[in-house]
């Protein structure tokens, strides 16, 4: 008789968790994930790319054209949360090192509300320099 009340409570307690996810975690799963897709779903219209000292803005279907091409050539392995910045409810900003096949990088990226929704205005992907 516990056990469903149990299994209940338990459900109750993640259902939080998982709707309101953090979003500078939130993007770092989906770049751990290498999942461009889902990630320019968050992207603002106009989204500051930086890649490998390779800087532009560009439109979300490019950004992600962009972030795919990158993501084909570097294989996720595993990230690791460097820095995250979440005080001020307009402007959120996390640092990632992610992992991959032919090395490390460091990607820092910043989210904006804009219209009562967070969106990624700005993306740098540069080689790790400390190991």
Do not use: W
Not at 13 to 26: H, N, Q, R, T
């Amino acid at each position: 008789m516990k056990l469903p009340y149990l299994l209940l409570l338990s459900v109750l307690c993640l259902v939080p968790v998982i709707l309101f996810a953090d979003p500078i975690e939130k993007v770092a799963s989906l770049i751990k994930q290498s999942d461009v897709h889902e990630l320019a779903g968050m992207f603002a219209p106009s989204v500051e790319i930086s890649v490998l000292n390779e800087e532009n803005v560009y439109s979300r279907t490019q950004a992600e054209i962009v972030l795919n091409k990158f993501f084909s050539e570097n294989k996720p392995k595993s990230i690791k949360l460097l820095h995250k910045v979440n005080s001020n409810p307009n402007y959120n900003f996390g640092v990632i090192i992610l992992y991959t096949d032919k090395g490390a990088y460091r990607i820092a990226y910043t989210l904006k509300q804009t219209d009562g929704k967070l969106e990624l205005i700005e993306m740098r992907i540069e080689t790790e320099k400390v190991k």
